[in-house]
């Protein structure tokens, strides 16, 4: 401001007399002021009252020379056109109001009281002239600075907020992403809980069996077995315990209520088609999406369907070498969502089509050879039985490429009540 205000106040014309300027420089001031609500206004208006006066004699030393007391008689009236716009600005309390018409007409307010005290002075060291007719003309520049200021100002915070929305979108969907993604692994875990407890259990009682039959039979060698057991039993307690504790914070995290956990499916399928695409750029792959959704659908759970649509699209980008497409379809039925994923990649044999969805099975394998874990599909088949849907593959030869479809009910996938 300090830099500013001085440089713009000698873009300027004189409306009325020789002495009077109508500059760049209020209109600046008032946006400055509008913009930095933590610095006082009335020691704005002193400290770039004295700047302008400052810069305007030593600019009129440098170009014309001249005496110094006729530069400061000539100048200082316009400290206190700054001052006096610094103090009623603060006096009214300006920044406390956010209505654009408000601003707007104190504003001029403002530039009218600063310009009367500016010619009071003007007055006094040149005996210079003021009538009505002057006045109306510093009204009628006043409305148009003033508006020009806010308006201008306005549009700055539209641009600053639009900015602000974009990078919340943005943490957002990388949230969500990562939440679905911790979602997916709540689900293996609470089924490596079962089967703890199921190990647990079964290790107890043949425990409990090794012991009868040391019992019964009186042999120094099922003593051991039976302490192998216990142990076995404890260990597997242990572990069980631990998951929970894991299981116990994943699901806090995931039951985050800072956003909603239910989203319109236009929305979750652009999450998921962004998120592949940087995915598949870091693969060196260039995929092309299609998106094809149809039916009015209600807001489904953001992380269900989520963990459902990246698991299919992630193996659909790791199944294509290097170029190729992905077709997205949702379509709303009666009492399901069905959606098809697609692509155009190699396909999958007819003797693997049994076999895809088993754990560890894979037949994708990364630069250095080191395969894929191999349960993305089993993933998506255990949580496509848990919604009690249904899952279909079509490939080669019948089509160019693989499609996976899915009906999944709606009534375990929207927000119940």
Known sequence: MMMVVPLAGEIS????NESFRVSFGTPTFFFFLLLLRKI???VSGFIIGILVVA??????LLLFGGD???LFQAHYPTFFYYFTFGCFFQLLKVNRNHLSLLLGFLGIILEILASIAELAFQYIAFSSTFTFADMWKVSIIAIFRSYFTVGFFNLMRLYQSRLREEEMRKQNEQLITLIATLYEESIHLSKTLINSENITKES???YQSLKNLKNNNNQPQIDLLCEKALKIAGETHEIKKDNQRIYIGLSKLISNKSFSEYMDINELVNIAVKTNKKYAHSLGKNIEFLLDIQG??????VYKMLSIVNNLIVNSIEIISEAGTITICVNKLPDCVEIKIGDNGPGISPKRRHIIFKPGFTSKYDKSGTPSTGIGL?????MVERLEGKMMLESKPEINGSIFTLWLPIQHLVQKG
């Open 40 to 42: 006082p206004a009335l």
């Open 13 to 16: 014309f004189y409306p009325f």
């Open 296 to 301: 009015l659908h209600p807001h489904y759970h």
């Open 68 to 70: 110094i007391s006729y």
């Open 204 to 206: 107890y009682r043949l």
């Open 55 to 60: 810069f305007r004699m030593t600019l009129g």
């Open 378 to 382: 089993t993933y998506v088949q255990e």
